[in-house]
């Protein structure tokens, strides 16, 4: 059975794509064979149009170049909202056991299911299930991804107690430094969220000039978690 990480975050676009890549492309490179999921995709007319994150994945990850990133996209909405309201826009209605299929086929063939959240924690999904919900019942280990820099204590700590509060613990935490925010304050905020929740944040990820030769440095931290 493949291992299933779950990268969910601490609110919109606060870099999960770009750690579900570096998460890929680590896995690759330790001779592993993962596969990578986007449950619920919104703000994008297709799974191959330039705001599809799985259009992301399959062009910067070299294993994955040249094929069909509509494999990875459980639905697609058109309107960037939260999946349940968005799938109401286009008079759809979102099936979990839809994506656990999704799942349970790609788990034969392949080492680790990577599976991308939509938005932050509390993100309604359905009218009775939340992202955070989705993570138990894909029986999925999260991974929170948070923003490196300013209200990212207040962020992560708030995730962090959801989670617990619904006895999950994430198998790590990783800051996406996209706003060049200076070293001390990374440093400090690194430090309340471990002083606060027990947990440390294992790495930061910092601005990757080319997505298509990214240095192995820019995901050694996550030899420190067991993937």
């Known amino acids: 059975m493949s291992k299933l990480l779950?990268?969910?975050?601490?609110?919109?676009?606060?870099?999960?794509?770009?750690?579900?890549l570096l998460i890929m492309q680590y896995l690759f490179s330790k001779g592993f064979n993962p596969f990578y999921l986007k449950p619920f995709q919104t703000?994008?007319?297709?799974?191959i149009d330039i705001d599809s994150d799985a259009r992301f994945i399959y062009t910067y990850v070299p294993k994955l170049m040249g094929k069909d990133p509509s494999l990875s996209v459980g639905y697609c909405f058109k309107n960037p909202k939260a999946p349940y309201f968005s799938a109401i826009d286009d008079r759809k209605k979102i099936d979990i056991k839809f994506i656990k299929d999704i799942i349970?086929?790609?788990?034969?063939?392949?080492?680790?299911?990577?599976?991308?959240?939509?938005?932050?924690l509390l993100v309604p999904v359905t009218d009775n299930?939340?992202?955070?919900?989705?993570?138990?019942?894909?029986?999925?280990?999260?991974?929170?991804?948070a923003k490196a820099g300013l209200g990212?204590?207040?962020?992560?700590?708030?995730?962090?107690?959801?989670?617990?509060?619904?006895?999950?613990?994430?198998?790590?935490?990783i800051l996406v430094n996209n706003d060049n925010t200076p070293s001390s304050m990374i440093k400090e905020n690194m430090q309340a969220i471990k002083m606060f929740s027990g947990i440390e944040v294992i790495g930061v990820v910092n601005n990757i000039r080319d997505f298509y030769y990214i240095e192995n440095d820019k995901f050694a931290f996550l030899d420190n978690i067991n993937l």
Do not use: W
């Not at 779950?6 to 579900?20: A, M, P």
């Not at 703000?43 to 799974?47: F, I, T, V």
């Open 152 to 173: 990212t204590i207040n962020h992560t700590l708030l995730s962090l107690e959801a989670l617990i509060n619904r006895n999950m613990k994430p198998l790590a935490i």
């Open 6 to 20: 779950y990268v969910v975050g601490t609110d919109t676009g606060i870099g999960k794509t770009v750690v579900s």
């Open 104 to 120: 349970k086929k790609q788990a034969i063939d392949h080492s680790h299911i990577v599976i991308e959240g939509s938005g932050g």
């Open 43 to 47: 703000g994008c007319s297709s799974p």
């Open 129 to 145: 299930i939340l992202i955070i919900d989705t993570i138990r019942i894909f029986e999925a280990t999260p991974i929170l991804i």
